[in-house]
């Protein structure tokens, strides 16, 4: 257990989330909740929650350019439409 938390807390400090992920579960399996592994689970959420923002950014700015392309053999840009986000997640258009 001690193990894994060191190793925990390295993986945490040195940004490998994925590593402190499973280590973090693997030891609320064996111990339950403990206040330091809390913290860190914070952290790791935190983390997950804004990596999550960017990917989703990333996938509708790439969807956009290839969309402005295919439409911009018809003088049209997506550039023309709004998108706003409903409360579920997705879009509207």
Do not use: W
């Amino acid at each position: 257990m001690k193990a894994l938390i060191n190793r925990l807390k390295c993986n945490s400090k040195l940004e490998n989330f994925d590593e402190a992920f499973s280590d973090m579960k693997k030891i609320e399996e064996m111990a339950g909740p403990i206040p330091m592994v809390l913290e860190i689970r914070k952290k790791l959420d935190e983390h997950y929650k804004g990596q999550t923002e960017k990917k989703k950014d990333e996938v509708l700015g790439n969807l956009k350019d290839l969309g402005n392309k295919l439409l911009g053999n018809f003088g049209i840009s997506l550039d023309n439409f709004k998108m706003e986000k409903n409360a579920n997640g997705s879009y509207n258009i």
